[in-house]
């Protein structure tokens, strides 16, 4: 009896599913059954692109390897099929999406007219195919004839026609196994890995949004930065910030490549939908050392308003992966929420996706969210702590004066913490405030109590760094800086800041060396131009800083007209001539629009002029500026310190001279 059977014509090509035939021309083409797989079931998805996720899920289990497997996979199909992924004909890879199957293609349903024999010969085949491993398999070959006769290892007798109640069995057989395949497929349950060892660092990758409305990348960024921050609170565990791990988004990775870039032993990837008011969510924790998935979890759908136990099962379950025996403590920071309320949860989110923009625009929309979710829920601290950073960057970005943002600052992190004293992020924020308000000691001990709390905040770090730095407690500066970078070793003002505290300790070639490197990372970091600058002219290498401090003016947007006039004034009297025209533009600007008076008065006390930059200094005390801190580590100001209107300044804004 006859059986239909599908193949597909693939330009010269033959692709048959059923009997996992691959020819071009007539003559077979050998490819192992992983890569066969793949290419099948993206021929019979042609009109999508097919995931990496759910191509490892479908045909690895998702639990024993990783995207390296995938990659050979795919390479040996593009071989087979003599395609370039460069100029693809067949398979199309679009970087954080997957793979597509583009090429022409021509469907038919025949029935098999071979005989029972030739059957038989061709299943024998086939099973030799399958048991081969891709990892062992040279790259896929034409091969001009198939040899049907058995393996001599095997002694089994040469084929010989059978019956068609074999025939039938053989069938029955394939069929039942694949049921039962693909049962197990479909209850497979969340898979924990052995592990011999404790890992003690973990990178939380941003988790792809599948939803394709850019409108909820806000949710899928939030449960990121969500599991990072309650990660973080695993007292021993490193676990990479945000400004790293979101390098990372929207890209195809390796697990070596993250291990080698953050120094991490284990990641955590996965995907949101959100659907209405459903939400799924599918994550896996995977060594960075071999690739092994060390715990999968099962498909979390759920409607949005368990949203925070989805959460919860996660933590623990990935410190179950990593072997981390939780305290009692730990266990209750793990469990913590800090609202019921779904919606305020959201609003929430919103906020902090619009601050983490770093625009005017964005800090606005930023401030509108926290307020909303403070309005659903009034005791939700963590929206408030967002509130209070939110009016810090409206100064430091948005640059309005600090009477009309400070006292809202200072309100929204006090009411932060009233609510909650044990919230890192609600000291992170009083601290903040502590620092522009020249009240470093307070700053200090507020920073100290969010490590405490949160010990992988790499905020917390950055900012006590600061504060070390402005106490004359350089070397423990540095240390806590360095800190910061290796917990947010890919982001770029991380790794400017090292520089700058280098800068302010003195350390000047270690200064240079860091900043290059940040520079190298991102060249178009304007700050990290003007702080080597500093550092080369502290050296005494004019060339250097002069070419430093033209790169960050045109960085900062400075007109053509601008930059040929420093030059000139350089070219005229060297550095001097450099400043006094930094000067005379700064002047011009001050008649059109705000200019913070610090910038005057370095400029006067760099050239000398004593009694200026002391007038200007005066007003900047007056505004109570937060950059006063700065007085005892800024370069600019170095000719000032043994002046005794300097010790005087020094003394009121609670430096010790």
């Known amino acids: 009896m006859n059986q239909p059977r599908k193949t597909y014509l693939l330009e010269n090509y033959s692709l048959v599913p059923d009997e996992q035939l691959l020819s071009r021309s007539g003559q077979p083409i050998h490819l192992p059954k992983k890569p066969f797989q793949v290419l099948t079931y993206l021929v019979e998805h042609r009109e999508r692109f097919v995931s990496r996720a759910e191509l490892l899920d479908r045909f690895w289990d998702g639990k024993d390897v990783y995207d390296d497997a995938l990659r050979k996979c795919v390479g040996a199909v593009r071989k087979a099929l003599d395609d370039q992924s460069d100029h693809a004909r067949f398979i199309e890879t679009r970087w954080g999406v997957g793979y597509r199957y583009i090429g022409p293609i021509e469907e038919q349903v025949v029935r098999d007219e071979t005989t029972i024999t030739e059957i038989e010969k061709t299943r024998g085949v086939r099973i030799v195919v399958e048991e081969e491993e891709i990892q062992h398999e040279p790259a896929a070959v034409e091969r001009p004839g198939i040899d049907f006769s058995p393996a001599p290892a095997l002694s089994l ?81 490193k676990v990479i910030s945000h400004g790293s791990v979101f390098a990372f988004k929207g890209k195809e990775i390796d697990p070596r490549e993250v291990r080698e870039k953050l120094g991490v032993g284990a990641l955590l990837e996965g995907s949101v939908l959100k659907s209405g008011e459903r939400v799924r969510i599918n994550v896996r924790l995977v060594s960075t050392e071999d690739g092994e998935v060390l715990w999968a979890s099962d498909t979390y759908e759920r409607a949005i308003g368990d949203i925070f136990v989805v959460q919860d099962k996660i933590t623990r379950s990935v410190a179950a992966g990593l072997r981390i025996q939780l305290s009692g403590e730990g266990e209750r920071r793990l469990a913590k929420r800090y609202t019921d309320s779904v919606e305020a949860y959201e609003a929430y989110l919103k906020g902090r996706y619009f601050l983490n923009k770093r625009t005017p625009d964005g800090i606005a929309k930023a401030i509108e969210y926290f307020r909303r979710a403070i309005e659903i829920d009034p005791n939700y601290a963590l929206a408030y702590a967002g509130l209070a950073d939110g009016y810090d960057k409206v100064y430091w970005f948005i640059r309005l004066p600090p009477e009309e943002v400070m006292p809202k600052e200072r309100e929204a992190a006090t009411r932060a913490l009233e609510l909650d004293d044990s919230l890192a992020e609600a000291h992170v924020a009083l601290a903040t405030v502590y620092g522009n308000g020249w009240d470093l000691s307070n700053a200090a001990r507020e920073n100290e109590r969010a490590i405490e709390i949160s010990p992988g905040n790499a905020e917390s770090h950055h900012n006590y760094a600061y504060c070390l730095v402005h106490l004359d407690r350089p070397d423990e500066g540095i240390a806590e800086i360095k800190r910061a970078r290796e917990l947010d070793p890919l982001n770029v003002v991380m790794n400017v800041d090292v520089g700058e505290v280098l800068l302010y300790a003195r350390r000047y070639d270690e200064a240079i060396e860091a900043l290059n490197h940040a520079i190298g990372m991102d060249a178009n970091r304007a700050n990290a131009h003007y702080d080597l600058a500093q550092a080369y002219e502290q050296k005494g290498m004019d060339g250097e800083a002069v070419e430093e401090y033209l790169r960050n003016e045109v960085l900062d947007g400075e007109s053509q007209e601008t930059i040929a006039a420093l030059k000139a004034g350089y070219a005229a009297s060297g550095l001097r001539g450099f400043w006094l025209k930094k000067l005379e533009v700064a002047r011009e600007r001050s008649k059109r629009s705000f200019t913070l008076s610090i910038i005057p008065a370095r400029l006067y006390a760099r050239l000398g002029d004593r009694d200026r930059a002391f007038d200007w200094l005066e007003k900047s005390y007056a505004e109570h500026l937060p950059t006063l801190v700065d007085l005892k580590v800024d370069p600019m100001f170095d000719d000032l310190r043994s002046d005794p209107r300097y010790i005087d300044l020094l003394r009121r804004v609670g430096l010790q001279a």
Do not use: C, M, W
């Not at 039962?180 to 890992?199: D, E, F, M, N, T």
């Open 157 to 237: 007798p040469a084929p010989k026609r059978h019956t068609k109640t074999v025939a039938l069995v053989l069938i029955t057989l394939a069929v039942a196994i694949g049921a039962i395949g693909l049962v197990s497929y479909r209850r497979r349950p969340a898979v924990i890995a052995i592990h011999p060892a404790q890992i003690r660092s973990v990178a939380v990758l941003p988790l792809r949004n599948l939803s394709n409305d850019p409108e909820s990348e806000y949710f899928s960024d939030g449960i990121t930065e969500n599991l990072i921050n309650t990660l973080s609170r695993i007292e021993g565990l």
